[in-house]
């Protein structure tokens, strides 16, 4: 099967809602940083709830690249777009001020269950027990509902991609996604489903189904696709984002990306085929699934020459 009718196909078996009119967005704080000015702001999402989330913007005029940063979960719901922006949490996951100080427009919402989207206490303080079994209930009642959390999570992302696509600073053809572990997940599958992002970057998320079931490994409640895995794999959602700019980075002892090279050898005859093999990366370390200085560094490097560079779409 073509990669244009496998997108289809797994967009309509997840049921994601199809492109909507620019998402208005309210600016509920501002302020401004070394080399960017940072908002606050709040916007509807898929279900007439609220996102909010930080924009960066840097100084100038524009039209800046842009990337939607996805947070990653590390068993930490009170710690979402706060910690991309470095506000809070691990600042190996501040990925935010990194590149808007380079050029790049950024948007970093809240997951929902994450953060301020949390139903029962909102900020950057744990809530116990409480912040597992709300999650959990919003992957179970969609599942009675005959739905997934995946695409309530896609849904929002795919609003975010499309606030920073209509801003006026923000070049539309040179919007990429970002994301680690929770995030990484996020950002393969929106990248492979959302044709008009230029590049993606998954940290810590390349691993087959196949691969976590053997080992026991858990799985992350959005992946939680009734029947996905009988039909489809993560290679195929990396084969789906061809011929675009996509690194994944992985490392030797992370359960959560333990086969990449194989999902990262199988995808790239689908770049081949469509001339693209050496847009394909695959950066691999020795270590487990935390993030480190080198690969922070590495991926900013990776995307400031990607969004710049004459790979770019």
Same mark, same amino acid.
């Given at each position: ?14 049921? %994601?809602? $199809?492109? =909507? @009119?620019? +998402?208005?967005?309210? !600016? /509920? ?5 070394? #080399? ?19 924009? %960066?913007? $840097?100084? =100038? @005029?524009? +039209?800046?690249?842009? !990337? /939607? ?5 590390? #068993? ?238």
């Amino acid at each position: 099967m073509d990669c244009t009718a496998l997108r289809e196909e797994i967009r309509t078996y997840l049921g %994601l809602a $199809p492109p =909507g @009119s620019p +998402p208005a967005f309210q !600016v /509920l704080e501002e302020e401004e940083c070394e #080399g960017y000015s940072r908002f606050l702001i709040s916007y509807g999402g898929s279900e007439g709830d609220e996102i909010p989330a930080y924009l %960066l913007l $840097p100084q =100038g @005029s524009g +039209p800046f690249p842009g !990337v /939607l940063i996805h947070h990653q979960h590390n #068993g930490e719901r009170h710690l979402g777009k706060s910690e991309v922006v470095g506000l809070a949490g691990d600042f190996l996951q501040a990925f935010g001020p990194a590149l808007a100080q380079r050029g790049f427009a950024v948007l970093a919402p809240d997951s929902i269950c994450f953060e301020d989207r949390r139903p029962n206490r909102q900020g950057t303080v744990p809530d116990g027990d409480n912040d597992f079994f709300q999650h959990y209930n919003e992957m179970c009642y969609r599942l009675l509902r005959g739905s997934t959390l995946m695409k309530k999570v896609l849904d929002d992302a795919n609003i975010g991609f499309n606030l920073l696509k209509n801003h006026p600073l923000v070049d539309e053809a040179r919007i990429g996604v970002l994301g680690h572990s929770y995030g990484g997940n996020t950002a393969i599958f929106q990248m492979a489903l959302n044709t008009e992002l230029a590049f993606g970057c998954a940290s810590g998320a390349a691993c087959t189904y196949g691969q976590k079931m053997r080992a026991g490994t858990g799985l992350e409640m959005a992946l939680v696709i009734p029947g996905f895995s009988a039909r489809y794999e993560l290679t195929d959602l990396v084969k789906c984002a061809a011929p675009r700019p996509f690194l994944l980075v992985s490392a030797t002892e992370d359960k959560y990306s333990l086969d990449a090279h194989i999902i990262e050898a199988e995808a790239r005859k689908t770049y081949a085929q469509l001339g693209a093999a050496d847009r394909l990366v695959h950066h691999r370390y020795g270590g487990g699934h935390a993030l480190t200085e080198e690969r922070f560094w590495n991926i900013i490097s990776w995307l400031v020459d990607t969004a710049r560079g004459p790979t770019s779409p």
